[in-house]
Structure formats: structure tokens, C-alpha cells
């Protein structure tokens, strides 16, 4: 497919052709992930904030917390970061989200850490609203996190095609940028977030979800990245080709960089890196470390270093998002902290949970 761009003035105007560019060769693939540090880190939000549009909107917007945490980051050896977006504050307000992003993106580099941006996520509360974000439910795990796009677009194909400017606008301004690690355009598709929101889910999620994501991989690859696509698998170990969704399916054969959730054992994580072994390009671990399910850095983080296996484990500071519990909160009360944190690393005055943990994982990623 051919973009014509004008340029010049009057009535000498030059056309140069540019194509969108199509997926990368493994070759290609391989080539750019040899050229990176390990990408070591985890999936970041400031802990003052409970959701995407509470991080990025300019009344809630927290520079000085965010350095504050990213330089916590940087002192565990970490390397790089997953954030998402959101959909709605592009259509709020285009340049001043542009230049939050360029801002999270300086602080971030002072501290040496690169981004992973996600565009799209299917989680958690299906109705975002700009404004004032509500307070955390007391104990409920990520009781404020909110889907992009939100129900009332994803249940409508015939609006999807509202989101191309934002997809595009983004990743076109930043296409170049080498502080952007990767664009991962769609978190966990076809969650039908049970029991916490099912009853508001539409039936054919999955089906709308995969709509949506065969659209994002277009207009992304009509941006023209230098830096590698992908979208996640996130259920099961993906062992037998022939079994996988079409979600699945999609995911696997389009994405630049193969990228996969996981919350269980080390025994699992060995059988879904194995398992996508057989795509020939690099893996990224975008989401695990569950300390209740066993899913814990030691020993999973120094696998993935002995892999090459990118690594991000869910949260990082105890805050609003209050991800310390687990998800159980939906459904059973809690009245107190847990005895054993389900994600995050430290709290908001600075101290870990776990200093031994906090060892162990300099000890991986050579800060110590």
C-alpha cells in the first residue's frame, strides 16, 4: 500500500511514495533485540495514581512521583518500563498529551530506562470517563483500572475506525524515537474480566476484540515504527499450533516480537517459552510475578536472563491501584494488608516489601 505525502509549496510540489511497512523478518527481528540491554522491569504506574486516565490527564498529572519511582526503577537495574494510554485523553486534548508523553519519556531516559506504550487494554472497568477518577474500594484489587476503548466503542465495529488517529498520531510522532522500546497495541484482547465486570462485557468480545486488533496492526504498520509491534497471548502455554484461538493465531503470526503473560509457576514458564521458541523471534515477558500463585522473581527473573527473555513483572509501587492484593478481592472481603503481597515491589515511602527480594533481582539484573 503506497501513502503519497506533499511537500513543498506553490506549484512546485514534490510526491515522494512511503509505504507501510510490513512485519518484521525474524532476521530483522532478531538483528534489533540484539542490539538492546536485557529489557529488564516492570509495568509502571505512579502509585498516585489509580488508573491510565488518572496518570495522564493534566489535573492528575505527577512528574515529581513518577521521577521519584522511576529512579527506584533504575536502582534495581531496571531497564525499561510498560505504560499504558489511553485512548480518551488523546481525543481530549492531541498536543498536550503528546507533550505529557515527551515528559514521562525525558524522566524516564534521565534514569536510563526505555518505554514499551500500550495503546488498547480490555481489563478491568469497561466504562472510562475523563474527569476526577474515583477513590480506591478499600482492599479491592486495581478497584479503579479502566478499559481503552471503553464497551461503548469496542461493541460497535462500525466505530473502531474512530481510533485510527489516535493510534497513528501516536506512534507517527514517536516512530523514531529511540527511548520507545516497543509498541504493544492491545492488552489482554478478549478478557471477559470475570466475575469483577462480566455482566457488562459484550458476548462476542473475543470477536470484536480481534476486529479491533487486525485494525491496530495495520494502522500501527502504517505509522512506520523503527521499533517492533506486538500484542500478547496471555491463557495457557500454547503448546499445540493447531489449538490456538484466532486471537491467538493473530497474535503469534503478525506480532514483530513475541510477547506473553504468565502467573504461575516456573515449571509453566518454562513450557510457554519453550513453547514460542518455535517463531524463531525474540519473547517478551509482559506480565507475571504473583507472589500467592507461586509466580515469584526467584527464580523466574534469573530464567529469564539465562533465556533472553524480556521481563516485566506486574506493578511496581504500592499505591492506588492497590495491586498488593489479590484478585480474589472481587469476590472475598479483606480487612488488612495481605501477609503476602500479590504484586509490587515497594511501598510509596520508598521501602521494599521484600528486601531480600530486592537483592535478589539486583543480584540478576548485575547492580550488585
Known sequence: MKRFLLFGALACAL??????????TTQQANDWYSKQPWLVGCNFSPSSAINQLEMWQAESWDPKTIDRELGWAADLGF?????FLHNLVWEQNKQAYLKRIEEFLTIANRHKIGVM??????????FPKLGKQRDPKRHVHNSGWVQSPGVEILSDASRHDELKDYVVGIISHFKDDKRIHVWDLFNEPD???????EQHEPANKPELAVQLLKKSFLWARD????????????LGTWADPAKLSAMEKF????????????????????????????YNRPILCTE??????????????????DEKVAAYNWGFVAGKSQTIYPWETWTKT???????????IFRANGNAYSIQEVHYIKSVTGKR
Not at 506504550?117 to 469497561?126: E, G, I, L, N, R
Open 223 to 234: 505509522a512506520n515504527p523503527s521499533q517492533p509491534i506486538t500484542s500478547g497471548v496471555w
Open 117 to 126: 506504550f500500550v495503546h488498547f487494554d480490555a481489563v478491568w472497568d469497561p
Open 191 to 197: 478478557n471477559m474480566n470475570r466475575p469483577a465486570y
Open 15 to 24: 510526491i515522494v511514495p512511503t509505504a507501510a511497512r510490513d512485519q518484521w
Open 79 to 83: 531497564t525499561s518500563v510498560r505504560v
Open 251 to 278: 497474535m503469534v503470526e503478525e506480532s514483530d516480537v513475541i510477547s506473553f503473560h504468565n502467573y504461575a509457576d516456573i515449571n509453566e514458564v518454562k513450557q510457554c517459552v519453550q513453547n514460542l521458541r518455535r
Open 334 to 344: 479483606y480487612t488488612n494488608e495481605p501477609p503476602v503481597w500479590f504484586h509490587d
Open 288 to 305: 507475571y510475578m504473583a507472589r500467592p500463585r507461586n509466580s515469584t522473581f526467584d527464580p523466574i527473573l534469573g530464567y529469564f536472563k
